[in-house]
């Protein structure tokens, strides 16, 4: 869970922003929602870099789960490979996806949509996750479990 200590849950801004980690609970990154920017962004720092996804991919990547009704892996890989078909990474950014295609915005640093986007939708309560060495799986929790605001 993102949790400040002794202050309670972040808020998600950038004074305030989500503290993860990664499914296999190995590396810890933040995150935290830009709405002044256009569109409104999610900004993902890892270390010195910072990776940038489109804000609606929270309540969309939530919809395409709660449609498929199952796990589906991860699948998480870099901008320059092929991700693996039927995985969170693959749909964050085929053209069949509700943007037509990327949810990364930061050239170069597009891909691993599987790796922190599902992090941030356990701790939102929208989705159960897997912490497994590897190979994990997420799946939605039934509607209306939890907000995003």
Known sequence: MAEQSGSGPA???AADPWVLKTAPLTSAY???R???S???LLVCQVGTTKLTYLGRAIEDLHAELVRRG???TLGATGEGKEPAADTVEAWGRSRDNPVGGWYGQRKGYRGRFGMYLPP????LGLVELEHNARNNRVRALAKGVASTE
Request: no cysteine; hydrophobic share 25%; charged share 25%.
């Open 38 to 40: 256009e569109p409104p």
């Open 70 to 72: 199952d796990w589906v």
């Open 34 to 36: 830009d709405d002044t």
């Open 120 to 123: 941030l939708l356990e701790t």
């Open 11 to 13: 808020s998600g801004t």
């Open 30 to 32: 933040t995150m935290y």
